[in-house]
């Protein structure tokens, strides 16, 4: 069992083989050297295509029988020490070799290649490949990805600050009550926003805070703001890093609603499909707005990036112009609160690097968003 | 001796920043003798409040939609009776930092009544700001461009300009209703507006999108050249010898 309590900066890890960043990596490198393979072997280029096939046709039968194979083993190899799981690894490949040898043998579809030289060969890639994903764990070592990670933090634009107070102060003599709301909505925003944020957060509390904070955008802005939120399937225990939205909602705001005097409409839609959480966020397109020019890809390239950190490729944002309207699509992978995760204190942020018992579950309905009605609608 | 009240106009897209202006002014008027003469919620708003009032002091906000508050200091040099314009913004501008700090009052939000009534008691002293000071800023282009006409001030939306045609002593703005009478530089509106117009004359910018088409016409004295084709007007405009690329260059565009 591996220790729950590491003393010692983390001993090196096999990377996640369910983890669809690896997976693509393996599939590109082993792919790419057959490439280089077929080059060096065939003489001129008329018969690189035909060498390359050949080398394909051994090649991928084995490297998706490897594949599979280690996605089911993950869990226990990932309990494995390290130089064990390197070694079964190793072990994995020469059998998968063998194996698909004598299928190529039996079938005698294709010509078999030479056992020996398909064993070395793929020996010397798996070597290859897993002093790659060494270095880049060390190079996403938690040290350096929770530096980057702090870095990344979040930080709103002043003037919201400013302008939220002198809307809090304009209140105060009027509508005392409602500047008492104001200003806990604040308190709870500046809160998570001053808090260390390396860690990851249930959904739920994400879409509660970013209530609060289109509730003191609303104050200030009126009638202009209007908000629809579409949380029916919204999966709210799902882990998300911390203002994952709220600095994409800010965005919206400033860029959407902000430079036109015209009512417009942000609206939410979190769901959950295909063992991802989708949120899309829809504001309207000013194309005149262009008086807000600056940082106007801050927010989005900062999110992606704390994505990439928490998630690797599984977790992506992308953006684009439909219509009228500005659209950003968020897709995480669903990744559930779950004893083991929150027992380790050393749980590391990169995806790659996840704790067993973290990855994302395909198979059952997600649970329901319990604070749903909590969640104002407009 | 009784003074005049000071009247004072507030601008700001905020409904709670103009409430709250309006709470302090109040508590002002102990000290100073003033009065709330309009609230609008943009630059435009307040030009056309401006039509039917006098204000001595405006005080207006800077990021604000439709017309923004840098925009509107330099249209209301074209009133007769120029207002003071204190800026009151939330966080520092870059923009404000271009004037020295003597050239300008700004009030940071949240505003605090005495430097309010520091900044109202100042009024009376302070000079409205030039247009050679405002043109310095690095604001983006204006919205509108303001030409006086009778004495007031009418805002022609940049949209809808079709072209610009320098004439002697002043600039002919072309929309699809009428003509405007304008008293700037070309070469200053060219660098400010940028791409939105093209000049295909040295004293003439059209606005490309506008442009539907080129003719090829022959001259009095027997010598070809091109002329523009509008929209939304009937007058053609020529191309001078000099602007000819323009022709292939839009002519590739269109296709």
Redesign the interface.
Known sequence: MRPIIRQNPSPPELPDFRNLGTVLRILVAVNGAAIVAAVIQAARPELWAGQLLDNISVLEPQLILQLALLYALQPWLARQPYATGAWLVAALTVACGIAVNALIDASQIVRGGDLLRALVLGLLLCGALLAYFRLRARALSPAIAEARLQALQARIR??F???S???V???V?NDPRQAEVALEDLADLFRVLMKDNRELTPLASEVELCRQYLALEK????DRLQVEWHLNSMPGDALVPPLVLQPLLENAVYHGI????EPGVISINIFFKGGDVHAILRNPYQSNG??HHGGNKMAIANVRERLALHFDAEGTLASKVVGNAYEVHLRMPYRQSSSTATADPNRRPAGADAAPGTSPKSNGAPLRFVANGKVSHG | MVEAPLRVMIVDDEAPARRRLRELLDDCTGALPLAIVGEAANGREAMEILHAVTSDLVLTDIHMPEMDGLELARHLLKLQQPPVVIFTTAFHEHALQAFDVSAIDYLMKPVRMQRLLAALQKVPRLKPLSVAKLEELPASSRRFLSVTERSRVVLVPIDEIIYLKAELKYITIRTAQREFLLEESLTKLEEEFGPRFIRVHRNCLVAREAIRGFERCVGDEGDAHWEVVLNGVTETLPVSRRQQYVVREIGRENQ
């Open positions: 002043p003037h600050l400013f302008n107070i002198t809307a102060l304009s209140l003599r104050l200030r802005l009126g902000e430079p036109s005097s262009g008086r």
